[in-house]
Structures are given as C-alpha cells and as structure tokens.
C-alpha cells in the first residue's frame, strides 16, 4: 500500500511539473494574432515608408496574406514577405509594403482584412481572417523640423551682365568658314561629278543590235572553237532586237511561238519571215541539237536587220563576218 502510494503522488507530482514548464502561450494566445507597425515615427515629405504586419499563427494555419489599401497622399514603392519563422508552438510572418510620402499632415492606414484558411470539422477547411487595427501617423514639413522659416530671404533682382559681343563675333566668323570651306568642297565635288559623268545616248534597237554583233565578233568564238557559246549568242541578239524593234516578247517565246507570231504579223514581209525563220530554226539545230555549223549566221542576222530598218534609222557601223 506505501508503495501504491508513493508512485501516486510521484505522477501527480511530475504531471504538475510538466504543466509548470509549459509556457504561458501555449495557454493563452490566440490562434491568429496580427501586429502592425511603421519604421519611421516621425517621417517627413518624401520619405519612403515601410508598413509591416506581423502575424502569429497556429502551425495548421495557412495565411494568404493582407489586402492593402494605399493611403491617400502615398505611393506604393513595392511589397513583399519574410519567410515564416517559428516562435515557440506558433508561427510568425511578416507582410511589408513601402510607399512614398507625397503629402504633410495625418495619413491614415485604414483597417485591412488578412485571410487565412483553418482546420474545422470533418477535416473541412474553413476560410477565415482578422482585421488590422487602424494606425495613424503624422507627416511633417521639413520647414517645420528646420525652425521658423522667417530667416528665408527674397529673392535678389535680376543682375545686369553686360553680353560678350567679341565672344558673339568670333563665334560668328567660325561660323563663317566653315559654311564657306563646306560650299567650296561641295562646287569642286559637283565638278568633278560632272567630268565624269558621260552622257547618257538612248540607243535604237538597231544601233544596239549592231553594237552587240560587233563585240560578238571580237570575241572570236568561233575561231576557238566556242561554236555553241556563239550561237546561243547570237540567238540572244537577235530575239533581243525582234522584241525591241516589233514590241513582242520574242525573248521569252519558244522558236515555234515565234514563227507562229510571224505568220499574221504585218510589219515584215514573206521574204524577211523566211529569213527570220532561217535564222532562228538553225541556231537552235547548233544550240541544242550539237548539229554541225557549216558558217556562221552573223552575215544574215545584219542584213535582215538593215531590211527591217527604216530609211532614217538605218545603222551607220558597218560589222562583216570574218
């Protein structure tokens, strides 16, 4: 029976110690709790305030952060939280929001919700949350910090300064030359611009076509045996005179789309048509048959050229065949 005694009063003695030892809030806070509070108690204009909120909550509350509502006379600078830190059996985090001062006198930050979501029954969550207290502070001037502004003096009147006129006039004359040296550069540039620009001479299809026959010449294809490289040359010239000189697109037609143009065209006669149609059918036998070329066509591309030219148009460079 002792012993039966003593182990109770040992339990009951080591269950009030235990419950000694517990703080005091685990007894006494509240599940959430907020403290607001500003960094500068005396700011003045143009200051950049910090307004903090710290909230203490139970672990198995989750916080979703306070709804500011920017004060009249303030700008938001910018916002942001701390990491939740432990304190004891509960959590505390810290919400801030900096703004600028742009007004004197009271500013008000009003009371603002923080929400947060708790535990209720049947493992449902249920959404909460506590309101801020409202806190005022006073803006002051700077005047006011400085003292009595009786000691601010008037403006000055306007001093008269008498002008730099030899300042004006050297500027003025630097001026000067440089927009006389920039007018002489640019007339010797105009001049030598126009030396070197030759005339521009529009040329008549048939005094193009006779210059191109003439450089064709000089390039001696077919003494080097280059015989396709001159017909296709040639063809080239030719096409290139009919579609400037009768207005068809003699370059981008076939040989039979050409010959078939010629048949009802009116500004050749028979006997020029069939030399045309002699002309174009034989270069393209050397061109892309690699038939054997018995002399070259240069000789009748000229003279059908001289046929089709006007009286007053007829070309002065004479080219002949080697």
């Not at 305030?49 to 203490?56: A, D, F, N």
């Not at 299809?205 to 001696?220: D, I, S, V, Y």
């Not at 149609?277 to 070329?293: E, G, H, N, P, Y």
Request: proline fraction near 6%; glycine fraction near 4%.
């Amino acid at each position: 029976m002792k012993k039966r005694e003593y182990l109770s009063k040992s339990i009951l003695i080591y269950t009030l110690i235990i419950f000694c030892l517990l703080p005091l809030q685990a007894w006494s806070s509240d599940p959430v709790s907020v403290k607001e509070q500003v960094d500068v108690t005396h700011p003045t204009l143009g200051d950049i305030l910090t307004y903090s909120l710290t909230v203490t909550h139970d672990p198995d509350i989750i916080l979703k952060g306070p709804e500011y509502e920017i004060p009249e006379g303030t700008e938001k600078v910018d916002s942001g939280n701390s990491k939740p830190v432990k304190t004891g059996p509960q959590t505390s985090q810290e919400f801030w929001l900096k703004i600028r001062i742009d007004k004197t006198g009271p500013i008000t930050f009003p009371s603002i919700p923080v929400w947060f979501d708790a535990p209720g029954q049947n493992n449902q969550v249920v959404q909460g949350k506590i309101m801020t207290s409202e806190l005022i502070i006073e803006i002051q001037s700077l005047l006011e910090l400085e003292g009595n502004a009786s000691d601010i003096k008037d403006i000055k009147p306007i001093a008269e300064i008498k002008a730099p006129w030899m300042h004006y006039i050297w500027k003025s004359l630097g001026v000067l030359c440089i927009l006389a040296l920039a007018y002489f550069i640019w007339k010797n540039w105009q001049k030598k611009s126009n030396k070197k620009s030759d005339p521009i001479v529009l040329l008549t299809a048939e005094e193009k076509a006779m210059k191109e026959l003439r450089e064709l010449q000089e390039r001696g294809w077919m003494k080097l045996g280059r015989i396709q490289d001159h017909f296709f040359e040639l063809s080239e010239i030719f096409r290139r005179y009919l579609e400037n000189r009768f207005k068809f697109p003699a370059q981008e037609w076939t040989t039979e789309e050409i010959l078939h143009h010629l048949k009802s065209f009116s500004g050749l006669d028979d006997t020029q048509k069939r030399v045309a149609r002699s002309i174009l059918t034989d270069s393209d036998m050397v061109k892309f048959a690699k038939a054997q070329a018995i002399k070259d066509p240069i000789d009748p591309v000229i003279q059908f050229i001289k046929d089709a030219t006007p009286a007053k148009g007829k070309p002065e460079a004479q080219v002949s065949a080697d």
